[in-house]
């Protein structure tokens, strides 16, 4: 498999010299047992007069900055090289009782699902509801992997992706109605779809590697890219990305994960001078990939004895 390099750059730039609050970063990749980060830098320009790291409730790995004195420019240009182990959604086993919908989750699991299962989008024509429901199979049992595949492709072959740099979601009914939006709009579409058949769902924010297979690439790359978690029984945490159609991990780079997207900005920050000094901000993305170098083996000595490890 191959190894990833991310490189994704933002600038700040403004008319006279200004001061910075804090920032907050969240562009360390989550490593598991298919994504293993090898190296990660962090440059900021000015340097930071404090920079410090934690874990935020879900796990995620987050930068904070504080800065001192005034400039006219900011720049967070962040290299990691990982180690990306594709997974496919519908190679997973599910728990018996979930393979069909509707199941239950187990009683001990609730507690900590019970938030990712509530609803945090109006819907007050039930057009989410009735839109997820497209997908039940009638007179007869619904797969619940069928299900969220055919929910996947569906927002990917009947939505129009439009990028939208604004900060801020669509609502879900909106989206259905406009029939567009961006990454995360399809994103929270399919949590709330998922969140309304009681499943529950969380919101990922990462990367894109687009290998342009057949000539074309995924949509949505060059940027932060946003798709959906849904936890399944027996399989865990199984990821959905319905702006490419992808079921499973495939070209995609884990971030963070959050129940709702406010809480997952891969960064956001203060600045203090008057309105008309800022003059926008710039972002580059860059996803490559490099064949990982074939480790030798060597030949080895079995040894007639060995001691128990203690």
């Known amino acids: 498999m191959p190894l990833l390099t991310v490189r994704h750059v933002t600038t700040y730039r403004y008319r006279q010299p200004v001061a910075f609050g804090e920032h907050r970063m969240m562009l360390r990749p989550r490593e598991g047992h298919d994504q293993r980060l090898i190296e990660a830098s962090l440059d900021i320009v000015p340097a930071p007069r404090d920079l410090r790291w934690l874990h935020d409730v879900f796990g995620n790995s987050v930068a904070i900055a504080r800065f001192a004195g005034r400039h006219r420019e900011l720049r967070f240009?962040?290299?990691?090289?990982?180690d990306h182990r594709p997974l496919n959604a519908l190679d997973f086993t599910l728990a018996e009782h979930a393979e069909i919908w509707p199941f239950a989750y187990d009683t001990e699991e609730m507690p900590d699902l019970a938030r990712s299962i509530e609803r945090h989008w109006r819907d007050p024509e039930r057009a989410v509801d009735r839109w997820a429901r497209r997908f039940l199979r009638?007179?007869?049992?619904?797969?619940?992997?069928?299900?969220?595949?055919?929910?996947?492709?569906?927002?990917?072959?009947?939505?129009?992706?439009?990028?939208r740099h604004e900060r801020g979601?669509?609502?879900?009914?909106?989206?259905l109605a406009l029939g567009?939006?961006?990454?995360?709009?399809f994103a929270v579409l399919m949590m709330e779809a998922a969140?309304?058949?009681?499943?529950?769902?969380?919101?990922?924010?990462?990367?894109?590697?687009?290998?342009?297979?057949?000539?074309?690439?995924?949509?949505?790359?060059?940027?932060?890219?946003?798709?959906?978690?849904?936890?399944?029984?027996?399989?865990?945490?199984?990821?959905?990305?319905?702006?490419?159609?992808?079921l499973?991990?495939?070209?995609?780079?884990?971030?963070?994960?959050?129940?709702?997207?406010?809480?997952?900005?891969?960064?956001?920050?203060?600045?203090?001078?008057?309105?008309?000094d800022s003059l926008g901000m710039e972002v580059?993305?860059?996803?490559?990939?490099?064949?990982?170098?074939?480790?030798p083996v060597a030949a080895t000595p079995v040894p007639k004895r060995s001691t128990p490890a203690c």
């Open 195 to 246: 969140r309304s058949l009681g499943l529950a769902a969380r919101f990922v924010s990462g990367y894109l590697y687009s290998p342009g297979r057949d000539g074309e690439g995924h949509r949505g790359g060059g940027n932060t890219h946003a798709w959906a978690r849904i936890y399944l029984p027996g399989a865990g945490w199984v990821e959905f990305d319905p702006t490419n159609g992808i």
């Open 169 to 175: 979601i669509q609502e879900p009914a909106k989206t």
């Open 77 to 82: 240009d962040s290299r990691v090289r990982l």
């Open 138 to 163: 009638r007179g007869g049992p619904t797969g619940t992997m069928a299900l969220l595949e055919a929910m996947t492709h569906a927002i990917r072959e009947e939505l129009t992706y439009i990028p």
């Open 284 to 295: 580059e993305v860059s996803v490559t990939a490099a064949p990982v170098p074939a480790i």
């Open 180 to 185: 567009s939006g961006t990454c995360r709009d």
């Open 248 to 276: 499973g991990n495939r070209d995609l780079i884990r971030v963070a994960i959050a129940r709702d997207p406010a809480q997952a900005l891969p960064l956001h920050g203060t600045w203090t001078g008057f309105p008309a």
